[in-house]
C-alpha cells in the first residue's frame, strides 16, 4: 500500500500522550480526512490543546483543529471501542513508565488496533 492509499484508508488516529498537541496537529494536516483523537493524562495540557486550536488563523485549519477529540484519560485504559483505531501514536511516553505500566498501554494499544 502506497502513501496515498494509506491516506485515504485512515479514518480514525488515536495520539497517546499528546500533551499540547503538536503531534496531533501534524497528523491532522498529514490525515486531514480523518477522525483525529488527542490522548492525555495532563488535563492542563490538554486545555492548552484545545486553545491553540482555536488560535489557529487559517480558518479552514482551524475548523478541522476544533474538531479533534481531547480525551482526559489514563493510556492503559481508554474506555474506546475495540478496534476502533486505523493508526496510532505514542511518543515520549514510555521512556517515563515503569514495565508494568508500559506493558498495560501496549495492551490497549493492541485492543484498540
Same mark, same amino acid.
Given at each position: 500500500?502506497?502513501?496515498?492509499?494509506?491516506?485515504?484508508?485512515?479514518?480514525?488516529?488515536?495520539?497517546?500522550?499528546?500533551?499540547?498537541?503538536?503531534?496531533?496537529?501534524?497528523?491532522?494536516?498529514?490525515?486531514?480526512?480523518?477522525?483525529?483523537?488527542?490522548?492525555?493524562?495532563?488535563?492542563?495540557?490538554?486545555?492548552?490543546?484545545?486553545?491553540?486550536?482555536?488560535?489557529?488563523?487559517?480558518?479552514?485549519?482551524?475548523?478541522?483543529?476544533?474538531? +479533534?477529540?481531547?480525551?482526559?484519560?489514563? #493510556?492503559? *485504559?481508554? !474506555?474506546?471501542e475495540?478496534?476502533?483505531?486505523? @493508526? %496510532?501514536?505514542a511518543?515520549? +511516553?514510555?521512556?517515563?513508565?515503569?514495565? #508494568?505500566? *508500559?506493558? !498495560?498501554?501496549?495492551?490497549?494499544?493492541?485492543? @484498540? %488496533?
Amino acid at each position: 500500500m502506497d502513501y496515498e492509499e494509506s491516506r485515504s484508508k485512515t479514518k480514525r488516529i488515536l495520539d497517546i500522550g499528546c500533551s499540547v498537541g503538536i503531534s496531533t496537529f501534524y497528523l491532522s494536516d498529514a490525515f486531514p480526512a480523518a477522525k483525529m483523537t488527542g490522548l492525555d493524562l495532563s488535563a492542563y495540557f490538554l486545555a492548552i490543546a484545545s486553545h491553540r486550536a482555536s488560535e489557529t488563523k487559517d480558518s479552514a485549519t482551524r475548523i478541522r483543529y476544533e474538531s +479533534i477529540d481531547w480525551i482526559h484519560s489514563q #493510556a492503559e *485504559a481508554t !474506555d474506546l471501542e475495540t478496534n476502533s483505531i486505523d @493508526l %496510532l501514536t505514542a511518543c515520549y +511516553i514510555f521512556h517515563e513508565l515503569p514495565d #508494568a505500566g *508500559a506493558r !498495560d498501554i501496549i495492551r490497549e494499544i493492541y485492543r @484498540l %488496533l
